[in-house]
């Protein structure tokens, strides 16, 4: 059989597998991208994410595909990655896309917004729901084609100077919080402020905010905000899955090879799937560890919960009369995150609740 009806018949998959699998990648043209990253190193989950996937895309391409990973503010700014890969600056970048909500609302939908989906959910919507289609379709308008790039689960509700007793608490309170959470915060009375995640400890630490939300007991503990704030909160209503995406330029992504295509998809799927399964293995053991160091837990009071609720509703029935592009998407999203609730009402949370009450 010609080698190029074996590769259109086996597919690639096939191709890789068999003896004729080196030829094939030999045979492909040397490409070298940068990534450009919105975490700093210290964050081995999030910034490792894209490590991961450029290591696996060199692996399946024998070494011809190669992308360079470069921390935040290593070549551009952490939250100008979105400007970086439109004009063409680099090929690729690795970031929340909430962070870019100024430029469109729209972006905050592509990742988390308040009483959204978990991370299951998430990932369903875009895999076998429109979530990934119609994200794609927006992010047409920026030169990008976005693929999944990790999630990181439900997080935690921050650090806190100060106890959060009830709602009145909020007023005035200045926190850092990622992307569109902001806007509930300030209709609820809050400060939010947009800070990369390298640059909170300082802000925390000096007094500028006066509380700050990341991800989880990983990452939260390394970047040591216990050591600054001791009241720790939960559950971060603003992210149930946070997903952060790959961003490549269009330009870059059309010139691939089909093969090469291939490989990009699969090794960024590669790390979707890695993301959320170090942070469920780190968080137990980091979360312990925290407590047993002086942290104090605490579950945000009902009124906070009811307020960020009704706040986030109202934001988004007037974002949906103003932004187009919003309500089209947000309107598939609500009718998936129906469906999931009714199921997950059953079948996860019935299980879940009975485990948790056993001492295992």
Same mark, same amino acid.
């Given at each position: 059989?010609?080698?190029?009806?074996?590769?259109?018949?086996?597919?690639?998959?096939?191709?890789?597998?068999?003896? +004729?699998?080196?030829?094939?990648?030999?045979?492909?043209?040397?490409?070298?991208?940068?990534? !450009?990253?919105?975490?700093?190193?210290?964050?081995?989950? #999030?910034?490792?994410?894209?490590?991961?996937?450029?290591?696996? #895309?060199?692996?399946?391409?024998?070494?011809?595909?190669?992308?360079?990973?470069? +921390?935040?503010?290593?070549?551009?700014?952490?939250?100008?990655?979105?400007?970086?890969?439109?004009?063409?600056?680099?090929?690729? !970048?690795?970031?929340?896309?909430?962070?870019?909500?100024?430029?469109?609302?729209?972006?905050? #939908?592509?990742?988390?917004?308040?009483?959204?989906?978990?991370?299951?959910?998430?990932? %369903?919507?875009?895999?076998?729901?429109?979530?990934?289609?119609?994200?794609?379709?927006?992010?047409?308008?920026?030169?990008?084609?976005? =693929?999944?790039?990790?999630?990181?689960?439900?997080?935690?509700?921050?650090?806190?100077?100060?106890?959060?007793?009830?709602?009145?608490?909020?007023?005035?309170?200045?926190?850092?919080?990622?992307?569109?959470?902001?806007?509930?915060?300030?209709?609820?009375?809050?400060?939010?402020?947009?800070?990369?995640?390298?640059?909170?400890?300082?802000?925390?630490?000096?007094?500028?905010?006066? +509380? %700050?939300?990341?991800?989880?007991?990983?990452?939260?503990?390394?970047?040591?905000?216990?050591?600054?704030?001791?009241?720790?909160?939960?559950?971060?209503?603003?992210?149930?899955?946070?997903?952060?995406?790959?961003?490549?330029?269009?330009?870059?992504?059309?010139?691939?090879?089909?093969?090469?295509?291939?490989?990009?998809?699969?090794?960024? %799927?590669? !790390?979707?799937?890695?993301?959320?399964?170090?942070?469920? !293995?780190?968080?137990?053991?980091?979360?312990?560890?925290?407590?047993?160091?002086?942290?104090?837990?605490?579950?945000?009071?009902?009124?906070?919960?009811?307020?960020?609720?009704?706040?986030?509703?109202?934001?988004?029935?007037?974002?949906?009369?103003?932004?187009?592009?919003?309500?089209?998407?947000?309107?598939?999203?609500?009718? =998936?995150?129906?469906?999931?609730?009714?199921?997950?009402?059953?079948?996860?949370?019935?299980?879940?609740? =009975?485990?948790?009450?056993?001492?295992?």
């Amino acid at each position: 059989m010609e080698r190029r009806s074996f590769v259109r018949h086996a597919g690639l998959a096939g191709v890789l597998a068999s003896a +004729a699998a080196p030829a094939v990648v030999q045979a492909q043209a040397q490409v070298r991208w940068r990534l !450009a990253s919105s975490f700093p190193k210290s964050l081995d989950t #999030l910034y490792g994410a894209a490590d991961l996937m450029a290591k696996r #895309l060199a692996e399946m391409s024998g070494g011809k595909f190669q992308i360079s990973v470069h +921390a935040g503010g290593e070549i551009v700014p952490a939250l100008q990655v979105v400007d970086a890969v439109q004009n063409g600056s680099v090929e690729a !970048a690795h970031t929340a896309p909430y962070y870019f909500f100024g430029k469109d609302e729209t972006f905050a #939908l592509g990742c988390a917004v308040p009483f959204g989906l978990n991370s299951r959910q998430m990932t %369903a919507w875009m895999v076998e729901g429109n979530g990934l289609k119609l994200m794609r379709e927006f992010y047409r308008n920026f030169n990008i084609i976005n =693929f999944l790039g990790g999630n990181t689960g439900a997080q935690m509700g921050g650090w806190y100077r100060k106890e959060i007793k009830s709602v009145a608490d909020i007023k005035g309170l200045k926190i850092r919080i990622g992307g569109f959470a902001g806007r509930v915060i300030e209709r609820m009375g809050g400060v939010p402020q947009q800070i990369a995640g390298g640059e909170i400890y300082s802000a925390l630490e000096k007094g500028t905010i006066d +509380a %700050a939300e990341w991800v989880g007991p990983y990452d939260d503990q390394k970047l040591g905000f216990n050591k600054v704030a001791p009241n720790y909160y939960y559950p971060s209503w603003w992210e149930g899955g946070a997903q952060v995406d790959f961003y490549v330029n269009t330009k870059a992504y059309d010139a691939l090879s089909a093969e090469h295509k291939a490989m990009l998809e699969a090794a960024c %799927a590669v !790390a979707h799937v890695d993301m959320q399964a170090r942070y469920d !293995a780190r968080n137990p053991i980091a979360l312990k560890q925290l407590v047993g160091s002086g942290t104090k837990l605490f579950r945000f009071p009902k009124d906070v919960m009811d307020a960020a609720f009704k706040e986030a509703t109202a934001v988004y029935a007037e974002l949906s009369a103003k932004n187009p592009a919003w309500k089209k998407i947000y309107e598939d999203m609500v009718t =998936f995150r129906r469906d999931q609730n009714l199921w997950f009402r059953f079948a996860e949370m019935g299980f879940d609740d =009975f485990m948790q009450k056993q001492k295992l």
